[in-house]
């Protein structure tokens, strides 16, 4: 760490609630010398010594065969895996399989995500970590299973895990980072929950890994809901089984929030979005990651702010009725826009083209289960009202193209939600969400189908610092 600057304690508590101390004057130190800005400052200081090429190499094999063991174990015949398996998964043309939904949208992206925690960890960047990612993928294609490799898998985990990893390797290390007040044995455990691979490695290897990835304080805004809900609306369509009402647990994070003076855009994911759901209908009912990979900051006079550039996305949404899955390169932009002295805007408009995965939940068959390539597009507003409330709505659009499948056909999904939230007091809120999705498909071996839900909720919040996120640098 940076030594000679000084600290200020205040709390950003998000969830579970952690008291944390946040170094304010450091990024006044950034902004006046940018000479202390260096590529990953303390993290990387020393890791050109002690970084490892070697261990997270070591570590995927070995977490493959792992990984292999119990599902051989659980599953059987598929994990069988030999010297002939593997000579025939080098030679064979690779396919698109058709696992559980779950398994190849969210599984598969969560183990690619082990990979990127393992590199990133033992001090690789983050494009290092990536191709780490990318190749440990392809080990498991190729020496995981006795299946033919498949490509659907080799997007989910070896791209879709890296643009989930980063999020995670990130958020552990701003707990490492910023929670001094918090018993070191909890920190590294809420850490390595966060992500685990980085708990392993700060564990097996001491101080040898122990540096703490460098956040460079930067503004963000977290937020925990719990509550209930009920269908307001529902057209089914193919599927047989839904939940009438459903309590969820939802946690979002919007890290590096532009405006805040001295923060740079300077490495991948300097700028990201988190957000996972799980209700009692369904474990992981949506979790959502999308970060800015390559991009800079703009400003627009004094009362606004922004970053644009290209951003990585993970969509893995399941609102019952069907599930969709996206994996996408974008090009949009974050801003944040002050209407008055107490009144901001903020928001993301993101446009490109992602692989997506779309299926119908327990349906009576598992045809209209595939893959195309969908242009996509996401608005996200929130209206700030002097960090007393907030109104957010977003909308998503998602149309998926069966003709990488030769099917000829298509999906347009759409996803849309409204809601106001109130500060009670302190970091405390309530309030009410409208959540609507809609699917139609169209495809020359199904009849047209149609699925639609819409969600009625009420909720209470605790608020990250008792704020909706404002960044204000007219101070």
């Known amino acids: 760490m940076i030594s000679g600057v000084g600290a200020e304690e205040f709390a950003i508590d998000g969830f579970p609630q952690f008291a944390l101390l946040a170094n304010k004057s450091r990024a006044q130190a950034f902004e006046q010398s940018p000479s202390l800005r260096l590529p990953d400052s303390a993290f990387a200081q020393d890791s050109d010594a002690r970084k490892s090429y070697v261990i997270p190499a070591a570590e995927i094999v070995g977490f493959d065969f792992l990984v292999n063991r119990v599902n051989e174990h659980v599953n059987g015949h598929d994990y069988e895996v030999t010297s002939d398996t593997i000579k025939h998964n080098l030679r064979t043309r690779w396919v698109t399989d058709n696992d559980p939904f779950s398994t190849n949208q969210f ?51 070896g791209i879709a895990g890296s643009f989930l990893g980063e999020p995670l390797f990130r958020m552990a290390n701003l707990l490492l980072e910023n929670g001094d007040d918090l018993p070191k044995f909890w920190r590294e455990l809420a850490a390595a929950t966060i992500s685990p691979a980085t708990g392993f490695n ?10 703490i990835f460098p956040s460079y304080d930067p503004a963000y805004y977290s937020r925990f809901q719990i509550g209930a809900n009920t269908a307001a609306k529902n057209s089914p369509g193919a599927s047989t089984q839904h939940d009438q009402n459903k309590i969820f647990a939802d946690y979002a994070m919007d890290y590096g929030l532009p405006g ?31 970060g800015l990979l390559y991009g800079t900051d703009y400003q627009a006079g004094n009362n606004y702010r922004g970053v644009w550039g290209i951003y ?39 446009g490109g083209t992602g692989y ?30 002097d960090n007393k409330a907030a109104f957010d709505l977003s909308a998503r659009e998602y149309y998926v193209n069966g003709n990488i499948e030769n099917r000829g056909g298509h999906d347009n999904i759409a996803r849309a939600d409204a809601s106001f939230t109130v500060r009670v007091c302190d970091q405390h809120a309530i309030g009410i969400k409208y959540v609507w999705t809609q699917r ?5 071996d199904l009849s047209a189908s149609n699925q ?13 610092g008792g704020q909706f996120g404002t960044v204000d640098w007219r101070k």
């Open 452 to 464: 639609k839900r819409g969600e009625v909720a009420l909720y209470y919040a605790f608020i990250g």
């Open 312 to 350: 990585g996305s993970y969509d893995y949404l399941s609102p019952q009725l069907f599930s969709v899955s996206s994996t996408a390169l974008s090009l949009g932009t974050t801003a944040q826009w002050w209407l008055s002295q107490s009144i901001a805007l903020q928001g993301s408009v993101l």
């Open 202 to 211: 700060r564990l097996a290897f001491g101080d040898r890994f122990d540096s």
């Open 107 to 157: 599984f598969h992206p969560y183990q690619g995500s082990m990979y990127h925690g393992f590199a990133r960890s033992a001090g690789l960047g983050y494009w290092e970590s990536s191709a780490y990612t990318f190749a440990g993928s392809a080990l498991w294609e190729i020496a995981g299973e006795n299946t033919p490799p498949s490509k659907n898998d080799q997007i989910a985990s």
């Open 356 to 385: 997506t995965a779309v299926s119908t939940l327990h349906g009576t068959g598992e045809k209209d289960y595939h893959y195309g390539i969908s242009p996509q597009a996401q608005l996200i507003l929130r209206l700030i009202f």
């Open 260 to 290: 805040k003076p001295g923060y740079r855009y300077e490495r991948p994911f300097d700028y990201f979005y988190f957000n996972v759901t799980s209700s009692s209908a369904d474990a992981i009912e949506n979790l959502v990651s999308r």
């Open 440 to 444: 139609d498909a169209t495809y020359s």
